[in-house]
């Protein structure tokens, strides 16, 4: 069961509904994996509303390590998300909201 007082939220992925929740170190692994900086250039990246496979890739496979999964963003990446394309930007956003909140 999820908790978004937590910023966890579930998707179903690879047939599977899984936890997801961008943790502190998820964070971390994020900011590196996409060159941000920090939490703040993280913000400005996706607030432009521009984004690519690859960064879908790494907020999810992000999200899913932070829940606890041992899954690799290869692996990931093979795996089928309800919704396909759609259904994965839907997880980036509802995650990035569990995390940081609705924008004000």
Known sequence: MTN????????????ET???CLTLG????????????????????FAGGKVSARDLTAI???????????ITDDDLAR??????????ADIAVRLLKATFGEPS
């Open 4 to 15: 978004l007082h937590r910023g966890e939220i579930a998707a179903e992925i690879g047939g």
């Open 26 to 45: 998820a964070l971390a692994e994020l900011e590196a994996r996409l060159g941000a900086g920090d939490l703040a250039g993280l913000a400005e990246r």
């Open 79 to 88: 795996l089928t998300i309800e919704g396909g394309l759609r259904g994965a």
């Open 60 to 70: 999810i496979g992000a999200g899913l390590r932070g829940g606890g999964h041992a």
């Open 18 to 20: 899984r936890t997801l």
